[in-house]
């Protein structure tokens, strides 16, 4: 079994004890693969000159420096699966290693018979790593053209500016907050943000901490040692250190505990994290990217988000408008969208009738350009003619209230303007969820004038 998943690899095993060198070597060879030895740094370093190796056995302490050095100067082919050996008692060595890029490490004396599983593993986990973030930057470079549209030409000068910014500067960048309502885009934002800066070489991990469930979050953030928790039968790298010289997109970010949020806190100031069960820190450099569909202030006055935490967030903060505020990217958007979606279901590209793109432009999009791509999908796969018309939008709903519709002409026994101003404050209010920022968004009025007529509005059922 184990002879099939080393059968034509090229291994390099890099140790100064003879005698384990020569056991291992012999252990893979008989195993089906092909292996160069070296007892030191330097052989290992001309061995690397000379060949590809799919994967290398690497003892972290050898007679003239430290197998760190190899992965340190980039040695290592990107290709190359690096296991680190280090003895009992070694492994900050063997850390400061992964964090170097080596891929795991072993702890001698070890049973030769776990190598070819774990090979095998590491490159089928390399792969599937290399194959998310290409399909990633493959989104963010479609999402691209709908992100700038003439609305959001402010934005996109903002963007630049930051990335401007990071291409000047050593070391951790500071994070980036994007708010905006639920699918207005700022996933999208967020990925063109890594796949057009200085870190788009490296991995760009997405997390929705909304779907994170509590006991686990801290685990899946931070990571584990082994034994620290029911059912921790491994240790484990949390997502902070998988993101390790590039890019963790925190979505829904509020959502986290108080505690959680602490510790976030820290890894932004100091870089360091600590996984569960562990007393050591470990240094990771990543650049945070975080996300939000509320108002975080309001968020801090409701005690639901730590004030400090905000205060660091807010240094690059990204307002992202809703579709509704976007109107002269509207037509193009859906034009651009309704592309994809035929050539993703096999079927020719159909145009907008002019009847279906001015209604497109009224309808109000409380789900932004989530809502947007579903309603052109829907018309799509019905395959109405009168599909892309969209008339069922004229009957979903605008501003209404009794006895006057906006779309319609004034009536002529009128109407008092309070009222109507009440009723949309107390729609949008509805829409929100009682989320007063959402609302005044949704009106494009402050915060104050809402709270103003909702006393209002309390003091006249009061009377």
Known sequence: MHQSNLKGLAVLVVDDEAVLRKRLAAYLEKNGAEVTAASNVAEARNALGSSGFDAALLDVHLPDGSGTDLLRDTAFSSNTVVLVMTAEGGVGGAVEAMRLGAADYLVKPFDPEELPVRIERLRRERRRSRAEEFRARQKAEEAAPLLFGPSLELVKAQLEKILAAERRM???????LIEGETGSGKTSLARWLHSNGP???????????????ESLAESELFGHERGAFTDAREERIGLFEA???GTLFLDELPSLPAALQAKILTVLEDGLIRRVGSSRTTRVNVRVIAATSV??????RERKFREDLLHRLDLFHVAMPPLRARGADIAPL????????????????????KAGRDRLARHAWPGNVRELEHELERAVVFGDPRALEFAH????GGPHVPGFDLRSPIPPEGFVLDELINELVRKAIEQTGGNVSGAARL???????VRYRLKAIETEKGG
Not at 393 to 396: A, E, P, W
């Open 170 to 176: 050593q070391g951790t960048p500071p994070p980036v």
């Open 199 to 213: 870190r788009a070489a490296g991995p760009l991990i997405e997390v929705n901490c909304s779907a994170l469930p």
């Open 243 to 245: 993101a390790d010289g």
């Open 295 to 300: 108002d975080l202030r309001d968020a801090v």
């Open 334 to 353: 859906a034009k651009e969208l309704l592309t994809r979606i035929c050539k993703r279901y096999g079927l020719p590209v159909r145009a907008i009738p």
């Open 393 to 396: 939008l004229d009957r979903s």
């Open 443 to 449: 009106l494009g009025v402050t915060r104050d004038f």
